[in-house]
């Protein structure tokens, strides 16, 4: 699978962090990366940031509408300046960090998404 750029640099780096506490790296999923692509796309289209779709849609939701089959899964957003910015900001979290780290994890999903001003929106779905 080719991964654009932007989330390109996100993988890496979520799998540097991952292998940096010797938890295994995760996979890239084909479904995941569509949830997560059409999630941070809806954010731009719809301006809102969130993990809840003004529609009241939780990403679980999303996902399972969208075929992804999983037991566990976790998402994380951010809006930074570029991809480095983001993985930063949420390894600097702990909420977000225990996602990136969760050993129930092993796929992966990225999504970006560049609002008008330049400001880029990444989503990281997880699965199982």
């Given at each position: 699978m080719v991964l654009?750029?932007?989330v390109?640099?996100?993988?890496m780096q979520v799998n540097k962090e991952r292998q940096s506490v010797a938890?295994?790296?995760?996979?890239?999923?084909?479904?995941?990366?569509?949830?997560?692509?059409?999630?941070?796309?809806?954010?731009?289209?719809?301006?809102?940031?969130?993990?809840?779709t003004p529609d009241g849609t939780p990403p679980w939701q999303t996902m399972r509408a969208g075929g992804c089959v999983f037991h566990f899964m976790g998402e994380n957003i951010a809006e930074a300046p570029d991809p480095m910015f983001a993985v930063t900001e949420?390894?600097?979290?702990?909420?977000?960090?225990?996602?990136?780290?969760n050993i129930h994890?092993?796929?992966?999903g990225i999504g970006a998404a560049v609002r008008?001003?330049?400001?880029?929106i990444f989503v990281e779905d997880f699965s199982d």
């Open positions: 654009p750029p932007l390109f640099t996100v993988f938890a295994a790296s995760l996979a890239p999923d084909r479904c995941l990366m569509e949830m997560a692509t059409a999630r941070a796309n809806d954010m731009l289209d719809r301006n809102y940031f969130s993990h809840i949420l390894w600097n979290s702990p909420e977000h960090r225990q996602n990136t780290l994890f092993h796929k992966i008008p001003d330049g400001t880029e």
